[in-house]
């Protein structure tokens, strides 16, 4: 598995390893002591979810405050999305920045969120399956989030 750092401290692209041959694919989709040791601390993810949505479903951006903040590692399972990450860490030097990366099941990529960031995704694709490993429990009264159209994030 390949680990990128994204511009955003602590976000990080993870691509599989493909191994194919005449029955098909196998590639690993996360490892958690490689991720672990490339962030330099444990993460225990402790829920999944998974939502399906149509073409131009717009989801986001969506994070938990406080204790019931959230790392993340999400991926595309069916069909395609421009998923987009924003840092509102206010300590963070790259507070207010966001990225934006396409995630399919072709590409079979996943993202790392680290605590402290908002997180969304448009559907490019009917019938898109996402998934989300958290390391925290959903807890609705501490959900907050943002618009997708904010001036001051500028999001295309």
Same mark, same amino acid.
């Given at each position: 598995?390949? +680990?990128?750092?994204?511009?955003?401290?602590?976000?990080?692209?993870?691509?599989?390893?493909?191994?194919?041959?005449? =029955?098909?694919?196998?590639?690993?989709?996360?490892?958690?002591k490689e991720l672990c040791d490339f962030l330099g601390y444990e993460v225990d993810f402790v829920q999944e979810?998974?939502?399906?949505?149509?073409?131009?479903?717009?989801?986001?951006?969506?994070?938990?405050?406080?204790?019931?903040?959230?790392?993340?590692?999400?991926?595309?399972?069916?069909?395609?999305?421009?998923?987009?990450?924003?840092?509102? =860490?206010?300590?963070?030097?790259?507070?207010?920045?966001?990225?934006?990366?396409?995630?399919?099941?072709?590409?079979?990529?996943? +993202?790392? +969120?680290?605590?402290?960031?908002?997180?969304?995704?448009?559907?490019?694709?009917?019938?898109?399956?996402?998934?989300y490993l958290c390391d925290n429990y959903y807890n609705p009264s501490m959900e907050s989030g943002i618009l997708?159209?904010?001036?001051?994030?500028?999001?295309?």
């Open positions: 598995m390949k +680990i990128t750092e994204t511009k955003l401290k602590g976000c990080l692209i993870l691509e599989p390893q493909f191994f194919e041959d005449n =029955r098909g694919i196998f590639f690993e989709v996360f490892k958690k979810n998974k939502s399906i949505s149509k073409k131009g479903v717009l989801r986001g951006l969506h994070f938990q405050t406080g204790t019931a903040a959230q790392a993340k590692l999400v991926s595309v399972q069916k069909g395609e999305v421009d998923d987009v990450i924003v840092d509102i =860490r206010p300590d963070s030097e790259s507070f207010g920045k966001y990225i934006k990366i396409n995630l399919s099941d072709i590409n079979n990529k996943s +993202i790392f +969120i680290p605590k402290g960031m908002a997180h969304g995704f448009v559907a490019l694709s009917n019938n898109v399956i996402f998934t997708y159209n904010d001036a001051d994030l500028a999001i295309d």
